[in-house]
């Protein structure tokens, strides 16, 4: 096996905080435990591959104040959505010349907001939205965001962002048209992105059109995507860190990751509301947790993430299960076809433990569907 064939990440278990706090705890579940220690690891392990680049770390994966107050104190940079999470990232203690506003879809409060709270860095992909940069962040950067091909991510972005080459290389022309600075190109090729060379050749595109907009130094922005070992290993980060440093020589490189730093922090405990044999529906059986699809597991939708289970309490030999949510929603199942082996012996009451949900999990729950509560957070 070469070395290259090994570079990939396991599945690691809780922090021993996380389990420390697990075996005191006696709380009403479910509910999310974040141990900020385990953000701050991944973060260093991020900068330690790619020093030369700047981490805005997407907000949106997980915008607990003590995760964001953990990122400010290492100096790591904020990507951003809205103005609600301009204010979280500066109630945080963030510099506002830290932030960049990535989301391109906005209206004109959004950027007048964003503006007036100090962020002058914003990603676009229409001439509308320069237009309305031009009018309401005056002299703002502005990256533009080019569509790459998203194969090999889970949750694929299926071409909601992003223009193609051509228009990416008038659009550069038309922020500068407009008074505003353009600073170079962004993309992101989908999260839980498992091929290193969806970067490489995200890059490559890139650089094409920043050369062909006469940018002479631009700042290339590859986005987030970098994968979580749920069940399987993925490649590590090294194994990006590579691909992105062989294609960005001559640039300033810009990260955005989300899930790989925050999915690893966090843990969610549930427990068994019902497990049931269905005669005639189905030979498995279904087991009903206290969480679901609509407080917290929203990345469930389609199977698209897996989550590691373990069963604190129950030993012995395992069946396949459904698994679902307490809802009455019929999308409120979470794992048909995943393979969920558990316990024979479990049972109503017992608790199961969803592994890595620490990202893009409590900040999906609903506000109270069928009179359930967000997801509740616990940081150790
Ligand atoms: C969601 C998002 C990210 C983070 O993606 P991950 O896959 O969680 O790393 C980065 N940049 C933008 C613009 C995003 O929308």
Same mark, same amino acid.
């Given at each position: ?86 204010? +979280? ?130 700042? +290339? ?45 966090? +843990? ?113």
């Amino acid at each position: 096996m070469t070395a290259a064939a090994v570079r990939v990440r396991h599945p690691v278990g809780p922090s021993p905080a996380t389990e420390r706090f697990l075996a005191s705890a006696d709380l009403p579940t479910p509910y999310l435990v974040l141990d900020p220690q385990v953000v701050a690891d991944r973060y260093g392990q991020l900068r330690a591959a790619l020093p030369a680049a700047e981490v805005h770390y997407a907000v949106k994966a997980c915008p607990h104040p003590e995760v964001l107050r953990t990122l400010v104190a290492l100096g790591c940079g904020f990507d951003v959505a809205s103005p609600g999470e301009v204010e +979280l990232v500066i109630a945080a203690g963030a510099d506002p010349d830290r932030i960049c506003y990535g989301n391109p879809v906005r209206g004109p409060g959004d950027v007048a907001a964003a503006h007036a709270a100090g962020v002058r860095r914003f990603v676009t992909d229409s001439a509308e939205d320069v237009r309305l940069l031009a009018a309401r962040a005056p002299g703002a950067r502005v990256l533009v965001r080019l569509l790459v091909s998203d194969a090999g991510s889970a949750t694929p972005f299926a071409a909601k962002f992003g223009v193609l080459r051509d228009e990416a290389v008038r659009l550069v022309g038309a922020v500068a048209d407009a008074g505003l600075v353009p600073e170079g190109i962004a993309f992101h090729s989908g999260s839980q992105q498992v091929r290193p060379e969806a970067f490489a050749d995200g890059l490559a595109a890139a650089r094409d059109v920043a050369e062909d907009a006469g940018l002479p130094r631009p700042v +290339l922005d590859v986005g987030g995507g970098f994968p979580v070992a749920y069940r399987d290993p993925v490649p590590d980060l090294a194994a990006y860190a590579a691909a992105i440093r062989a294609a960005a020589a001559g640039a300033d490189l810009m990260l955005e990751p989300g899930r790989a730093l925050v999915a690893e922090a966090g +843990l969610i405990r549930s427990t068994v509301l019902r497990a049931s044999r269905r005669p005639g529906v189905d030979h498995r059986r279904w087991v009903f947790l206290d969480v679901g699809r609509y407080s917290g597991l929203a990345e469930t939708e389609n199977e698209a993430i897996a989550y590691r289970l373990r069963v604190p309490g129950r030993t012995g030999p395992d069946e396949p299960v459904v698994l679902a949510g307490p809802t009455c929603d019929g999308d409120d199942v979470l794992y048909r076809r995943t393979p969920c082996p558990l316990p024979l012996s479990l049972e109503a009451g017992d608790a199961v433990d969803l592994l890595a949900a620490g990202a893009y999990t409590a900040s999906y729950a609903s506000v109270g569907f069928n009179g359930i509560a967000p997801l509740p957070v616990h940081v150790v």
